[in-house]
């Protein structure tokens, strides 16, 4: 999946590289619960896993949709404003309790 990604970003198709990640996001997913024996992919990850694999993974992507989006995309796509703020409040949402206020 992430090679296709790959191609698909070689060849100015940026949707269809979104699409080849979020396949591969699926399949480290389902990866996770097969290796415990959970069903339910998203929700067992969501549920078990350690917060380190978590901000892994959330890291991976607010890559690629942060700030480097409209370079990956070598410009081809971009975020709107709307998606931009969208995307910053989600990104508030993640981020773990800060120590100190525990």
Do not use: K
Request: neutral net charge; aromatic residues 4%.
């Amino acid at each position: 999946a992430v090679l296709n990604a790959r191609i698909a970003l070689t060849r100015a198709r940026p949707w269809s590289a979104l699409n080849s990640l979020e396949e591969a996001r699926a399949l480290l997913l389902e990866m996770y619960a097969r290796a415990r024996g959970l069903p339910r992919p998203l929700p067992a990850f969501e549920r078990d896993s350690d917060p380190t694999l978590r901000a892994a993974l959330l890291a991976a992507c607010e890559f690629l949709l942060g700030d480097n989006f409209d370079r990956l995309t070598n410009g081809q796509a971009a975020l709107t404003p709307g998606e931009r703020h969208v995307l910053a409040a989600v990104r508030q949402d993640l981020q773990p309790p800060s120590l100190s206020s525990a």
